[in-house]
Structures are given as C-alpha cells and as structure tokens.
C-alpha cells in the first residue's frame, strides 16, 4: 500500500523559513514533489524532484524554495524560505509511479504580515 505522510508546516511570519518532509512507502516513485492549494484557488505544483534528482520549480518558488529527495530512506522534503503571504496554502506530497498520482493528506502553511 502506498503512503505518502507529511510533517511540518505551520505559521510563520512573513520572510520567515519552514521546512516540509514527506515520508513514502509502498513504492519507488518516479516523481515525487509538492503542490499546494489556497483557498478559492486549483491545486497547484510547487517543485518536483525525479528519480534522478532532476527539479522542477514554480515560478513563484524559483529562489525561495528548494526541493530534495532522499532515495534510500524514500523521502521528499521541501525548504521555503523568505515566504510570502501568498505562499498560505494547505501543502500536499505528490508521488508519481509510472502514470499513477499518489498524494499524502496536506499540511497547513500559513504566512502572515
């Protein structure tokens, strides 16, 4: 069975860091990454990493927010740092195997003035 589970978030000042990690199992993934949902707004990609360690950023997150995998422990973290208000969003783990989306259950990040 695969599960992707979260941990960290929270609130924070704006220009503030936080750091997110995500724990798989049940899988190798292809892709693993984060996308975020506001209020109001679609669900959206933040970064994602390959299998390879190949990146991918948001155009809102390119140097802000890096993202990183660890292979061997199956875990997929993401770095938020000088974070905006408009960066409040619940934050989801994406894992991809071959054409199937697995996602963990959202983590809160809220950022404030």
């Known amino acids: 069975q695969v599960r992707l589970v979260e941990s960290g978030g929270g609130s924070v000042q704006a220009g503030g860091s936080l750091r997110l990690s995500c724990k798989a199992s049940?899988?190798?993934?292809?892709?693993m990454g984060w996308y975020r949902q506001a209020v109001g707004k679609q669900r959206e990609l933040v970064a994602s990493?390959?299998?390879?360690?190949?990146?991918n950023y948001a155009n809102s997150a390119k140097g802000r927010f890096t993202v990183a995998r660890d292979n061997v422990k199956n875990t997929v973290t993401l770095q938020m740092n000088s974070l905006e208000t408009e960066d409040t969003a619940v934050y989801y783990c994406?894992?991809?195997?071959?054409?199937?989306?697995?996602w963990g259950q959202g983590t809160q990040v809220t950022v404030s003035f």
């Open positions: 994406n894992g991809l195997i071959w054409d199937r989306q697995y």
């Open positions: 049940g899988g190798t993934f292809n892709s």
């Open positions: 990493v390959s299998f390879a360690g190949e990146t």
